[in-house]
């Protein structure tokens, strides 16, 4: 639509989490740092919370996507799954032989022997699981009896849980207290600051291809960030159409008047987004009142 118009190879505001477009930076980049190391240690639970849009999904991908040779990854993006559907969902992924006629204890003895098996190839076996928040609690008991397969050296499968703050309500249950206690480490994605928002929109436009002209007049990220709460889902969203809004009039960079215009067609948007757009809905007749003003003042100047 417009990535010719502004010089981009693609949209730089999808909602599809390409690895692309991760932004190593402020806390997303603590986080995958944090979950880097954990991993090397080699033991526990890990949990990564983040509120609905703040990039637990791109963050996810990412983690695999760096993962080296010397792991096996076994990723779960949908966990609303009995306790053998959840075995089973690993046994194909870590390249287990099961089939969907094979009884319980039998899936969970196939497991086992290939774990131990890509342990001897010191293979260490990663669980991602996205969206833990909605796990049954039988699943989840289920995961935790897993997480019990062992060596004498060290764990066969370390677990991963990416979640919605909701996944905390979940396991501060008493009957969960067992899993809560062997969670090593927590990490917490936060939303961007303002200072973070530009570097955010600067970085997105790079890696579409963009020239680096800054194509986002400080006001208009200073109202994409108010307008968002700095949580990135919405500003992709409020960015994409604010680019659109700018194409359309066939105007050069964005301004808080494309922002605004983003946010009047965006219910979804932060309260304060909606009455600073509310605020540029009551200005534009007057905007345009004086640019009509301004027009025939200069049409008559140029007749006299």
């Known amino acids: 639509m417009y990535e010719r118009y502004f010089q981009l190879r693609e949209k730089p505001f999808s909602l599809t989490p390409d690895t692309q477009f991760f932004f190593n930076r402020q806390s997303h980049r603590g986080v995958l740092n944090t979950l880097t190391v954990a991993l090397q240690q080699r033991e526990g639970f ?17 983690l695999l996507a760096g993962l080296g040779e010397g792991y096996q990854a076994a990723y779960i993006p949908n966990p609303y799954l009995t306790p053998e559907e959840l075995r089973f969902l690993l046994a194909e992924e870590i390249g287990a032989d099961v089939n969907a006629d094979m009884p319980g204890p039998q899936v969970l003895s196939n497991i086992t022997r290939r774990l131990v098996d890509l342990a001897a190839d010191d293979k260490q076996v990663v669980m991602v699981i996205d969206e833990a928040q909605a796990m049954p609690r039988d699943t989840i008991e289920a995961l935790r009896l897993l997480s019990n397969l062992e060596t004498e050296k060290r764990k066969l499968l370390q ?55 800054k194509l986002f007049t400080r006001s208009a990220i200073g109202l994409l960030y108010r307008a968002s709460g700095g949580v990135p889902r919405p500003i992709n969203v409020l960015a994409h159409k604010a680019m659109i809004a700018c194409y359309g009039r066939g105007d050069r960079r964005i301004t808080s008047y494309h922002i605004a215009r983003a946010i009047q067609d965006t219910p979804e948007s932060k309260r304060i987004g909606k009455l600073l757009a509310l605020r540029w809905h009551l200005l534009w007749p007057l905007v345009g009142a004086l640019s009509l003003a301004g027009t025939l003042v200069y049409a008559q100047g140029g007749a006299i």
Request: charged share 25%; aromatic share 6%; proline share 4%.
């Open 46 to 62: 890990i949990k990564v919370v983040g509120e609905v849009g703040t990039g637990k999904t791109l963050l996810c991908r990412k």
């Open 159 to 213: 677990v991963v849980l990416f979640g919605q703050p909701e996944l905390d309500s979940l396991l501060n249950r008493k009957d969960l207290r067992q899993l809560k206690q062997r969670i090593i480490f927590s990490e917490y994605l936060t939303p961007f600051d303002k200072k973070g928002v530009r570097h955010y929109i600067n970085h997105r436009l790079t890696s579409a291809g963009h020239p680096g002209a």
